[in-house]
Every structure is written in C-alpha cells, then in structure tokens.
C-alpha cells in the first residue's frame, strides 16, 4: 500500500473486514491530496473508533459519548482558519448525541462530520443502535428489532436535510470499489465545502461490522444490501453553489 | 481608584471575565443567572468574542471542552439544575487538565426546586458531582465586587493550574445590585504557555492529544490519578482565602460563606452590642476548605450558618478534627436567614454552655 502521510503507518486494532479501517484510509488519503494534515483538528468518538489518534498523524480531540458535534463547534468558531473534522458511529450521532447532532446541523457549524453507520453498537459487544434495521437481532433485540417498542431506524441524512444550515449532505456506502470511489468522492466535496466556507456538511457511510452483526466478511458485504433498502444512497442536500 | 458602577453580580461576572480576556462564552438560560448570557451575546462580539447560546447546558459545557482544548480563555454559566447536567463535561475538563471558568448561581432544589437563593450544591462542588477523583478550584463571592474579583482571579487559577474554576454563586449575589469598581486585568499568577498542548493544527510540530482515556497499560490511568492528586495537593499548599471578622477575642465563631457571611457580619454587630463575643471564619475558597484558618481555634465552639440542610458543616468539623461544640443552623429550599435569627441562636447557645 501507497504511504499516507497522516496515517502513523501502525496497524489498526479493526476487526477484519470492518468498515471503519476503510473509512480511516479515505480520510486518510484525502487529507493527504488536499493538504489538510496540518492544518486539521479532529474528534475521536466514543465506539470503536475511540482510539482515532493512534492511527492519525495530526491534533485530535476525544469527546464524551455523542458530544462531538458540540467540541468541534466550539473548535472551529475558536479556529475559523483550521480544517475541523469530526468522525461519529451511528450511537454516537444518532441516539446519545441526537440533540447535538440537530442543532449543529442547524447552526450550519462550518464543519465536516463524517458518520460511520453500522447498525450496531459496536464497541460495547453488539446491542440494539438506532440505525439498527427492522427484525435484526442484536444483544438486546433478541427477537429482532421492532418487537418490543423499538421502533425503526433513525434516517439521519433525511432529517438534516429538512433543515436550513447544511450545505452537503451525502450518504454511501464502503461494500464495493465503486462504492469506496464514490464515499472518496462525497468526503472530498464535503471537505472541499469546508474549506469554501459553505457551511456544514455531513457524510453518512454505511460501514460493515461483520463481528458483531456475527457474519463472515463476505457475508456482512451482503447486508449492505439491505441496509440500503432503508438508507437509500444518494446526495440528500446540496447547496454549496447558492452560498 | 477609578469611579464604581453600580450593576448586577451576574453582569460584574461578565465584565470580570471579558476583561481578563475571556473570548469564548457558551451558556444555556436559566433564572437567576441569565444575565450572564444575556450581557454575554451584547458584549462578547463587541470585544472580539465567540457567543453560543447552546441547545442545553450539557452542549454548553462541551463547548467549553472544545474551546479550552483550542487554547482560549472561556467560560460558561448556570443555576443548579443545569450545572447538574454540566457534571459529565466538567469531569471531562478536570480529567483532561483544561482551564475553564464554570459559575453556579445557585438556587433552591432538589429538582425543578424554585428560584429563590440557595447554597444547597456546596456538596456537588467541592466533593466532586461528575465521576471519579478530581477537584475544581471553588471561589464563593459575597459580594458584587467579589462577584467581578474573583470572576477575573479565576482566569489565572484556571491556566496556572491548568484546572477548572468554579464560582459558587447563589440567587441574591448574583441579582443583588451594588457598586462596582471595574479594575483592570493584571495576573496574579504566573500564566504557563499553552502551547505544548492546544490544538490548532500540528504544522512544524508533532500533533497533540486531548483525551481523558487511558489504556496504555494497566496502571497508566493510575499514574494520571497520582499526576492529578499531586496537582491538588500543590493547589491545597498555595491557595487558602479565607477571611475574619472580629475573631480576635471571639469566644463563639460563626462559619459561613457567601451572601449567608454577610448576614452573618450583621448579626455578628448586633450580638457584640448585647455582649456576645462573637466572631466569623469566612471560607471565599470553598475548595482547597480554609482547614489551617479553622485549626487554629479548634475546641472553640462554633456556629456553622448555611442555606442548606448542612454541607459545609462537614468540612468544619473535619478541619476541627470535632473538638469543641458545633452548632447549626440552615435550611435548604430558599430559606434565606436573618439577624434576628442569627442572635437568637447566638442567645440560645450561650443560654446552653
Ligand atoms: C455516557 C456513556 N454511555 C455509554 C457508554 C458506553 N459506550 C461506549 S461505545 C458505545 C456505543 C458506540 O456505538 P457507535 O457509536 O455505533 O460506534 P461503533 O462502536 O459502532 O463504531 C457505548 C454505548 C459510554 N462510553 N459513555
Ligand atoms: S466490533 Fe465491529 S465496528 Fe468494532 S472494530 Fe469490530 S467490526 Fe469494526
Ligand atoms: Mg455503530
């Protein structure tokens, strides 16, 4: 593999086959082409992607569960000049941190999130995310979702896209070489949207997490499949060039 | 000198911090503090600074989180209720060592409670509130000018420490209005540079880090424990404020902090003229509790005044190692006490020993 300037080079404690190393290399080879390492403040999140700053060469912040969007406002209004990145799993974004979520998006905070979508709670061994899809079973779904006052899963990119802060907001996918071209080309734009001082801009990814949705690489491929049945592809809010 | 304004002890807060170059405010509203945010989005743009008025307090104090992280002096404000939902962050922020002022204008609880006076969160500030070992710096005005002086001290306790400051305020202090003189800013502290910290991007350095997990090894959070126990104890050995009234031939002395000390002084007054001895030990620094000032009269007897059920109390007693009488007198939920009070209590101690 190519040597990524903002990546430390050590190895990632990823399961195989999860979604977040692929999503970390993107970022990763962006930052690079766009010349953004050193001018970058990042967040780590709470979920398995806590131990950010061990794999990224540049400052990071970690933040309380769900608080990211919150420190990263703050961490742009104090540095309007700096790149301000913050990287989120879906319990993170979508349940514990809905309500900074929201109102950041509607602050139009200049900054990018990135939102790493697995529909499951990773981290803490694979319970019930908002995200979670209709009668999938997890650590506390046991009956699949929806038979115990669950409800459905939580449609970030919809939401936000009702609302008038955003300027980009994109959802894709990491299960193919095109849809890993396609998530490389949505963060650019979004990164790109930042530094053009358009607004805030938000990239959700559907991400595999074959060990806690207990299937084998090429399997959990496949059930990106039907994730997308509920979280269409698709850009949901453009408005880069009325800005 | 330069002339007094008059004005609010929230709005003397917002002047003091301003005026020691505090750029970043995040706050949430809530009575009796709302001033704090009100002045802060009038004259925090005026002065070059960042304004958020924050979707809840627990937002607010990540605001801060973040702020402090990006190395600006910053401060956020609210009464009890949405200081209970700020103790995540504020572990977060004393886990992470940032410097940051957080005041509490407190009022009446437990829950909603109501909105008169209170001085029942001394537990939650001084013992800790959020999870695990740590200290806040906790400063106890009495005063609208003490509401601006130790507003502006706690700019450079907060980055010399490199520790959040807590101003425990109560509902009268900060809606009280008197004079206040509007001093320049000068340290009085040394000001450690930030730069081997902060995050503003990692150009011509290596990157740095703001975190409060530790999984190194199994003893690196231990270490970080011991790290932050040796901050406190240097912060215990340097700082003590405390003041005394009349303690001098006092055979009784009153403890109280706050707007309750105040009263206290006048009741202390009226006493002397019916020939009590009395005198006050006055804690400003809650935390590090005054324990030298209160030793040297162990086995005297004492009168612990609060607007609470009894939370200082404790301290009292442990700084006196329990030698001596110890009285109390207080009442949480808006009880707010008064001279004639006072004296009676003072009348009915000496009628007992
Ligand atoms: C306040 C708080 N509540 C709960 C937790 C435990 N916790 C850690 S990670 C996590 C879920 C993370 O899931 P997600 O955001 O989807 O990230 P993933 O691991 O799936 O990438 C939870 C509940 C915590 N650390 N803090
Ligand atoms: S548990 Fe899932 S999300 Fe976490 S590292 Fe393993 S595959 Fe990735
Ligand atoms: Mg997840």
């Not at chain 2, 009575?31 to 304004?51: C, D, H, R, W, Y």
């Amino acid at each position: 593999m190519e040597e990524v300037k903002t990546l430390k080079g050590n190895s990632m404690h990823y399961c195989t086959g999860c979604g977040h190393t692929i999503v970390h290399r993107i970022i990763a080879q962006l930052m690079d082409e766009m010349g953004l390492r050193e001018k970058a403040i990042a967040s780590a999140p709470v979920g398995c992607a806590v131990l950010f700053y061990n794999y990224f060469n540049m400052d990071i912040i970690e933040c309380a569960h769900g608080r990211v969007p919150s420190v990263m406002s703050a961490i742009k209004r104090v540095h309007p000049d700096k790149f301000v990145l913050a990287y989120q799993g879906d319990g993170d974004l979508a349940a514990i941190g809905t309500t900074e979520t929201l109102h950041t998006a509607n602050r139009g905070e200049n900054i990018t999130v990135i939102f790493v979508n697995n529909a499951i709670y990773g981290m803490t061994g694979g319970q019930m995310a908002p995200t979670t899809l209709p009668s999938q079973v997890t650590t506390t779904t046991p009956k699949g979702r929806g038979n115990n006052f669950e409800g459905g899963p939580l449609k970030v990119c919809e939401l936000l896209s009702v609302l008038d802060g955003p300027a980009y907001i994109e959802r894709c996918a990491v299960d193919s070489a095109e849809g890993l071209k396609n998530t490389k080309e949505a963060i650019r734009k979004a990164f790109q949207c930042q530094l053009d001082g358009k607004g805030y801009s938000f990239v959700e990814v559907l991400s595999m997490c074959p060990t806690n949705w207990k299937m084998d690489v090429k399997s959990s491929i496949g059930f990106i499949d039907k994730m997308k049945e509920y979280f269409p592809l698709g850009i949901f809010k453009d408005v880069r060039n009325e800005r | 000198m330069t002339e007094k304004i008059l004005m609010k002890g929230n709005e003397a807060m917002v002047h003091a911090a301003i005026k020691a170059g505090c750029t970043f405010y995040a706050g949430y509203p809530i009575t009796p503090q709302n001033e704090v945010p009100e002045q802060m989005s009038a004259l925090m743009p005026k002065a070059g600074g960042i304004f958020i008025q924050a979707e809840a307090e627990l937002s607010a104090i990540n605001m801060i989180f973040g702020a402090s992280a990006a190395g600006v002096r910053c401060m956020t404000s609210s009464s009890s209720p949405g200081i209970a939902l700020k103790q995540e962050g504020i572990s977060y922020i004393a886990g992470g060592e940032l410097p940051c002022v957080i005041a509490n204008v407190m009022r009446g609880g437990p829950g909603l409670g109501n909105i008169r006076a209170s001085q029942a969160d001394y537990f939650q500030s001084v013992k800790g509130g959020g999870h695990g070992d740590y200290k806040l710096i906790v400063l106890a005005p009495s005063t609208v000018q003490e509401m601006y002086d130790l507003t502006m001290d706690a700019f450079d306790y907060a980055d010399h420490y490199r520790n959040p400051v807590l101003i425990l305020a109560d509902g009268i202090t900060g809606q009280m209005v008197e004079p206040v003189e509007l001093k320049d800013y000068k340290p009085i502290l040394e000001l450690p540079s930030k730069s081997g910290w902060i995050l503003d991007g990692c150009k011509g350095r290596e990157p740095h880090v703001v975190k409060t997990l530790f999984l190194e090894s199994d003893d690196r959070l231990t270490k970080h424990n011991i790290h932050l126990q040796e901050k406190y104890q240097r912060i215990k050995d340097e700082l003590c404020l405390c003041k005394e009234y009349k303690t001098e031939d006092a055979e009784l002395f009153i403890a109280a902090y706050g707007i309750t000390a105040r009263v206290c002084k006048e009741a202390v007054d009226a006493a002397r003229k019916l020939g009590y001895k009395v005198g006050i030990i006055q804690p400003v620094s809650l935390w590090p509790f005054p324990e030298k000032i209160f030793a040297k009269y162990k086995g005297k007897d004492f009168l612990v005044v609060e607007m609470s059920c009894g939370q200082m109390i404790e301290d009292v007693k442990l700084s006196l190692e329990c030698k001596g009488k110890i009285h109390f007198m207080g009442c949480g939920g808006g009880w707010y006490p008064d001279t004639e009070q006072i004296v009676t209590k003072v009348k009915e101690i000496y009628g007992r020993s």
